[in-house]
């Protein structure tokens, strides 16, 4: 069998009790190492827990080898460990795939993804259209994919979720060219660097899909005990210290509830000025007023 098992946000303790049965019965256990990270727990922290060796699986090994993962899996137990949820933001369906296409059994164990804690800032989770990935920009790729999505969102006044690139075993490229295969250390993109990216790209396409006054809320640690929000405006974001990753950033769509927008003003430094930036962004993409209904209509000869 293999176990697909979400960890959840932080700490090794957040693995479901189920998740955790089937982890100690299982013959090897990986842990998916690059798309996210545990914030309060490492490698060696799991191992004490679970009483159990566990793999690092980087993306090399997870899209080019999955076949080491998945040997033997039709007659072991093998788990798959996941920051967050199986299937919140990183799929792994291929993996899935592969599986099922070996006769596999596979048994998926969920748990909470940025995908729904991000619920804590206030916003409703009905109310968020696509998420998208906000990744590096280097000197020569500056992608800008996303910004028709955020457009799609907000025409309809939903709120974004924008998940920030991380990096990590990436190769150095300069080293490569040498022949050498020499790692970067980690990185994970700050809330400033997302905000600064989406300045970048407004000034670029000018359609205002957002603009800098546009309300946003910068969400740090979801799930750890130094989680934290702050809610100010894209701008202000683009200055702003959100300090250990991991961050994500909320934009604000049009629709905004009265209880959701007073639950956001305890983020907020200067309350009266976010609820004005709300307000004002309410204007952004208003839909028409409906016409009028045929009885409304008064003829010219019955006036
Ligand atoms: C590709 S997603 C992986 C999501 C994960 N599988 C899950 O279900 O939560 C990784 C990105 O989500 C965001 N993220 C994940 N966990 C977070 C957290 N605890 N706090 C803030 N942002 C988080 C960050 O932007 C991070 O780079």
Known sequence: MLYMIGLGLAHESDITVRGLAAVKKCKRVYLEAYTSILMSADKSKLEEFYGREVILADREMVESESDKILENADVDDVAFLVVGDVFGA???TDL???ARDLGIPVESIHNASVMNAVGACGLQLYNFGQAVSIVFFTEDW????FYNKVME????????LLLLDIKVKEPNIK?????RIVYEPPRYMSVATCCQQLLEIEEKRKEEAYTPETPCISVSRLGSPNQSFKAATLKQLAEYDAGEPLHSVVMLGRQVHDLELDYLLAFADDKDAYRKAVIADQEYFKPPPPPPAPQDIISSDEE
């Open 96 to 98: 899935v795939i592969r």
């Open 142 to 145: 500056r992608p800008d994919s």
């Open 175 to 179: 080293e490569m060219m040498r022949g």
């Open 90 to 92: 990183t799929t792994h």
């Open 153 to 160: 969102n907000r025409k309809i006044g939903l709120h974004t």
